[in-house]
């Protein structure tokens, strides 16, 4: 038998092994690029969302949202923003404070993805500030992904784990559902969990 031919029974399982550890695990594919964009927005949007009110008829839900609702790297990102923007000055790591809370079910101007987006970027009455011009609408998105995730409606393998810092509440993968009251449930275009 010539040794040209002959397998070395090692070498045949290290590349079996090799070959198993390269196909055996499936990553989130993460995407450093900026997510699909749209034209930038002239002047504020206008929403038929009222304080309070049930919405009859809500809009649809916007595409690119979709894109962050369930993207752990977009909702760890959002998170350093949450403190680079200094929002636990007014919401305190999500618990409210001068700020509503965003740990609850209660969202006066809507819970989707979308119009937290909205929310962010055109500022509320009585104290939220607008953000347009301050920040970029990929970083817009990104909070508005770590914010949902705040509340628990985001699905467990997306949501990052317990930082290194302290925190006054659970990480968002021990964060149970509380979807928003009054109409304004999650995008049906959106998985769960």
Excluded at 150 to 155: A, D, E, K, V, Y
Excluded at 156 to 171: C, E, F, I, T, V
Aim: glycine share 12%; aromatic share 6%.
């Amino acid at each position: 038998m010539s040794s040209r031919f002959r397998t070395d029974p090692l070498l045949i399982a290290v590349l079996a092994a090799g070959l198993l550890l390269a196909v055996g695990c499936e990553r989130e594919r993460r995407e450093y690029q900026a997510a699909p964009t749209r034209a930038p927005l002239p002047s504020p949007r206008l929403s038929t969302l009222k304080p309070g009110e049930p919405d009859a008829r809500p809009d649809p839900v916007d595409p690119v949202g979709v894109h962050y609702t369930n993207n752990a790297y977009a909702i760890s990102q959002g998170g350093r923003l949450y403190r680079w923007f200094n929002c636990n000055g007014c919401h305190a790591m999500g618990g409210g404070g001068m700020g509503p809370a965003l740990m609850d079910d209660e969202w006066r101007y809507g819970g989707r993805i979308d119009q937290i987006h909205a929310t962010i970027l055109e500022g509320r009455p009585n104290g939220m500030p607008s953000w347009r011009g301050k920040m970029t609408d990929q970083q817009a998105w990104q909070l508005s992904a770590y914010v949902l995730s705040l509340s628990g409606n985001i699905r467990k393998d997306a949501a990052p784990s317990r930082p290194d810092a302290l925190l006054g509440a659970p990480p968002p993968t021990q964060t149970s559902r509380r979807p928003p009251k009054g109409g304004n449930e999650p995008a049906a275009g959106v998985p769960g969990p």
